[in-house]
């Protein structure tokens, strides 16, 4: 059993678009986060929720909207997608926040055309 | 200057050890941590270390921590081909944000 799963794994969609990744744990955490890995490897964190609350909001434009149905789940919307929006996204989760360890999912690679 | 930095690539005979490090900014780190990540993969937690400690052991890992030069490092004893990936650096902090804020990973190559 994937502890986090994302779907889609790979996404290429053309400038202009909307389009969401989903992102559910079956571990009973609090907490999910969403993180932007860029061409250099850079892992920044975008967003992170605590059951279904967020608590964390990097300077991020307010053209990517995170939303939390229910505390094992975490999407994530796109909209308008830019070329630079061009990154893997890691969704991860934690058992509250601050938890020593964080359960990475395996990425969605979007590519913007 | 970035707040994590680490070398980009490490290149590595198998059988070797490899040593991988890591130099980060902030003296009120908590905990300093070391993820790997497999090609195709998400990051995986190998090890982390209490920054009141100065070395951490777990079977081939060894972690070295330098906190008055705020230096990290991982050495991995007998590397194989299956440790080729990205090892990333993380650093959380006291107070303040909990999210740990991470480098931009060492590539790993190890050749026969």
């Known amino acids: 059993d994937t502890a986090v799963s994302q779907t889609p794994k790979y996404l290429v969609t053309q400038m202009g678009n909307d389009k969401s990744i989903k992102c559910e744990q079956n571990?009973?955490?609090?907490?999910m986060y969403w993180y932007k890995q860029d061409s250099k490897k850079f892992l920044k964190i975008m967003f992170s929720?605590?059951?279904?609350?967020?608590?964390i909001n990097e300077t991020v434009p307010n053209r990517f909207s995170p939303k939390s149905p229910d505390k094992a789940h975490l999407n994530l919307h796109i909209n308008s997608l830019e070329l630079g929006d061009s990154a893997v996204y890691f969704c991860?989760?934690?058992?509250?926040?601050?938890?020593?360890?964080?359960?990475f999912g395996q990425g969605t690679r979007l590519t913007v055309v | 200057g970035e707040d994590v930095e680490q070398s980009l690539f490490l290149s590595v005979r198998e059988g070797d050890s490899s040593v991988i490090n890591c130099t980060y900014t902030d003296s009120s780190s908590t905990y300093l941590y070391w993820y790997k990540q497999e090609p195709g993969a998400g990051l995986q937690l190998l090890t982390y270390?209490?920054?009141?400690?100065d070395m951490k052991q777990d079977q081939r890992l060894t972690v070295l921590l330098n906190k008055k030069d705020k230096h990290l490092s991982l050495r991995i004893a007998d590397t194989q081909t299956g440790d080729s990936a990205i090892y990333f650096c993380a650093e959380k902090l006291e107070g303040g944000s909990y999210i740990p804020t991470f480098g931009r990973g060492t590539s790993l190559i190890v050749h026969p």
């Open positions: 991860a989760s934690s058992q509250v926040p601050g938890s020593t360890e964080a359960f």
């Open positions: 571990l009973g955490h609090d907490t």
């Open positions: 929720y605590n059951n279904k609350e967020l608590i």
């Open positions: 270390i209490f920054s009141n400690m």
